[in-house]
Nanobody
Framework: QVQLVESGGGLVQAGGSLRLSCAAS????????MGWFRQAPGKEREFVAA????????NYADSVKGRFTISRDNAKNTVYLQMNSLKPEDTAVYYC????????????????????WGRGTQVTVSP
């Protein structure tokens, strides 16, 4: 079973940037589609971004499109989320997730399509 560990969260002012990382151990991610989700207090977990195992296909929630970029380095077994122009409404715990079905161009936006999850990293954006 794969272990996913997120890092890079923290406190940042509005307009700032953070880069989240998701490192995997126990299994190669080279054939896994990956996603980032977030959950704010009192809200349901929501989709943020996804990337196919080839890296050629990506998908973003409308709320982060143009500000966030998902990428992956299969040689390092790591997925990234570059977050720019952060807003207070981006405050949440961010989770990475891995799924193992689909083609090289598949991305998934629904949480139940993912098999393994990290424990999350807190991102707080102050006004």
């Amino acid at each position: 079973q794969v272990q996913l560990v997120e890092s890079g969260g923290g406190l940042v002012q509005a307009g700032g940037s953070l880069r989240l990382s998701c490192a995997a151990s126990g299994r190669t991610l080279s054939r896994s589609y990956m996603g980032w989700f977030r959950q704010a207090p009192g809200k349901e977990r929501e989709f943020v971004a996804a990337i196919s195992w080839s890296g050629y296909s990506t998908n973003y929630a409308d709320s982060v499109k143009g500000r966030f970029t998902i990428s992956r380095d299969n040689a390092k077994n790591t997925v990234y989320l570059q977050m720019n122009s952060l807003k207070p409404e981006d405050t949440a715990v961010y989770y990475c997730a891995a799924g193992y079905s689909g083609s090289s161009s598949s991305t998934r936006t629904r949480a139940y399509d993912y098999d393994d999850w990290g424990r999350g990293t807190q991102v707080t954006v102050s006004p």
